[in-house]
C-alpha cells in the first residue's frame, strides 16, 4: 500500500507543478489588472483563469508564436497612454484595455446601457501603431481631446481601428453625405464609429434615399437612431 501511496502523492505533485507552470504569469500578483480588479470585488475570478479565460497581456509572447514582445507596448504602457488622453478612472482604463486586448475578456460578455455587447477583434495593441495615429487623425478633423473620452468609452473598439481603411473613408462619406459638423455627429453618436462605410453605413443611407427620404432627415437619423 506505501508503495501506491507514494505513487499517488508523486503524481499529485507533478500535477499541481504543471498547472502552476502554465498559469503563473496569470496568477502573478503585479498584474496591473488584479489591482484594479480587488477593489472591486473580481480578484478571485480574474486569479482564476478556468473562469474567466484572462491572461495579462505580458503573456502573449508564449502563447501566440506570431506576435513579439516588441511589436506591441505593455499593460501598464496602455494605461498611461489612456490616461494621458483624459480617461482618468483606472477601473474604466483597466475594461477598455482588457477589452481590446484579451480575446476571452470577462467584460465582453457584458451587456452596455442600451443592451448590445461590445464587437471587438482583441489583439495585442502598440500605442505608436494603433492608437497614437486614431488619437491624431480625430483630433485633425476637428475633435478635441475632451471629446476622446467620450468616444472611447461608448466605442471601446475605436482604439484598434485602422485609420486608413476604416476611419478615414467612414468620416469622408459623413462629408460627402453633407454633415457640416461631423465632430459633433460623433460626439453626440460615438456608435458611429463602428459602422462599417461600404456594408453598413452606405447600405442603410442608400435604402432610405430609395424611400424617398431627404437627405437632411437622414443626417437626422445618424444623430438619434441609426
Same mark, same amino acid.
Given at each position: ?23 503563473? *504569469? !496569470? ?5 496591473? =489588472? ?20 484572462? %491572461? ?11 506576435? %513579439?514582445?516588441?511589436? =506591441?507596448? !505593455? ?56 492608437? %497614437?495615429? *486614431? ?29 486608413? !481603411?476604416?476611419? %478615414? ?17 460623433? *460626439? ?39
Amino acid at each position: 500500500r506505501r508503495p501506491s501511496s507514494m505513487g499517488a502523492l508523486l503524481a499529485l505533485s507533478v500535477g499541481c507543478c504543471l498547472l502552476f507552470s502554465r498559469y503563473r *504569469v !496569470s496568477l502573478s500578483s503585479r498584474s496591473y =489588472f488584479n489591482t484594479v480588479a480587488a477593489s472591486r470585488g473580481l480578484s478571485k475570478l480574474v486569479q482564476s483563469p478556468r473562469l474567466t479565460g484572462y %491572461r495579462p497581456i505580458t503573456c502573449i509572447k508564449a502563447t501566440n508564436n506570431k506576435w %513579439r514582445r516588441e511589436d =506591441f507596448s !505593455s499593460f501598464e504602457e496602455l494605461d498611461q497612454f489612456l490616461s494621458s488622453v483624459g480617461l482618468q478612472n483606472r477601473a474604466e482604463r483597466a475594461r477598455l484595455i482588457d477589452l481590446n486586448t484579451n480575446p476571452r475578456s470577462l467584460f465582453a460578455g457584458m451587456k452596455n446601457k442600451k443592451g448590445s455587447k461590445a464587437r471587438i477583434n482583441a489583439r495585442p495593441l502598440s500605442i505608436e501603431r494603433d492608437i %497614437r495615429p *486614431v488619437i491624431d487623425y480625430l483630433i485633425g478633423e476637428g475633435l478635441t481631446k475632451d471629446d476622446l473620452p467620450r468616444l472611447i468609452t461608448s466605442q471601446p473598439a475605436l482604439i484598434g481601428y485602422d485609420v486608413d !481603411s476604416h476611419l %478615414r473613408p467612414l468620416i469622408d462619406y459623413l462629408k460627402e453625405l453633407g454633415v457640416e459638423d461631423v465632430p459633433a455627429l460623433l *460626439v453626440k453618436r460615438p456608435t458611429l464609429l463602428g459602422l462599417n462605410t461600404n456594408d453598413g453605413l452606405r447600405k442603410i443611407v442608400n435604402y432610405l434615399k430609395s424611400v424617398d427620404t431627404p437627405v437632411d432627415k437622414i443626417i437626422d437619423y445618424l444623430g438619434t437612431s441609426i
